[in-house]
C-alpha cells in the first residue's frame, strides 16, 4: 500500500459554535481527525461547503461521491442549513434521520443530522446526541444518567435507549468567564 492515496469513505463531522471537527472514516475505522477553529460563529451560510471541500480536497475519491454526515450548529438557524430538531423522548437521530444539503461539488453528499428538543424544562441538543448513540451501540441496554462535560455540560437520563430528558449546566462557560 505504500504510496497508494487514501481516500475516505465517508466523513463523519461535528460542526460546532467555535470548531469543525472531522472524522475521515474507512468503513468504521478512523483514517484521521482533525479539529480547526472554524465554528459556526466564523461563518456565514455560504461559507460552509468550501471550507468543507477545502479541508476534505485530497480525501476525496475524484471516481465516487463521498457522504459527509454531520453534526451540531451546522443544521442551526444561523448554520448551513436549518434542519428541525426532533423532541425527546426519543431514540438518538440516525443516518435516515438526516436531511440532504444541496452541493456545489459533485464529489461530496452532504447530510445534516437533526438536534434534540425537550419542552419543559426547554431546552436543546445539537451534535451531543451522536455521542449519545455512540454510547448506545456500545452499551445497548444502558439506563441511566450522562455526563457530557464541555462549555456547556449536558446531563443526559437514558431508559430503553431512548434520551428521555436532559439539561444543560453552563459550567464551562462561567469557568471561562470568572
Not at 437521530?93 to 424544562?121: F, H, T
Not at 443526559?156 to 469557568?175: K, P
Amino acid at each position: 500500500n505504500k504510496g497508494k492515496k487514501s481516500y475516505a469513505d465517508w466523513v463523519a463531522v461535528d460542526w460546532g459554535t467555535s470548531n469543525l471537527r472531522y472524522w475521515l472514516m474507512a468503513s468504521n475505522e478512523v483514517l484521521n481527525f482533525k479539529s480547526i477553529p472554524m465554528g459556526m460563529i466564523n461563518l456565514d451560510q455560504g461559507s460552509y461547503e468550501a471550507l468543507l471541500v477545502k479541508e476534505l480536497d485530497s480525501f476525496l475519491d475524484p471516481s465516487k461521491i463521498t457522504t459527509v454526515l454531520i453534526c451540531g450548529m451546522a443544521g442551526s438557524r444561523q448554520g448551513w442549513k436549518e434542519v428541525p430538531y426532533m423532541s425527546v423522548p426519543c431514540k438518538p437521530p440516525e443516518w435516515g434521520d438526516a436531511v440532504a444539503v444541496e452541493c456545489q461539488d459533485l464529489r461530496i453528499s452532504v447530510k445534516i443530522l437533526p438536534g434534540l428538543k425537550q419542552n419543559i424544562p426547554a431546552d436543546i441538543l445539537r451534535g451531543e446526541e451522536t455521542q449519545i448513540r455512540g454510547l448506545l451501540e456500545k452499551y445497548n441496554d444502558f439506563d441511566g444518567v450522562v455526563c457530557l462535560p464541555g462549555t456547556h455540560t449536558k446531563w443526559l437520563r437514558i431508559s430503553a435507549g431512548e434520551i428521555v430528558s436532559f439539561q444543560t449546566f453552563m459550567t464551562g462557560e462561567l469557568v471561562y468567564l470568572l
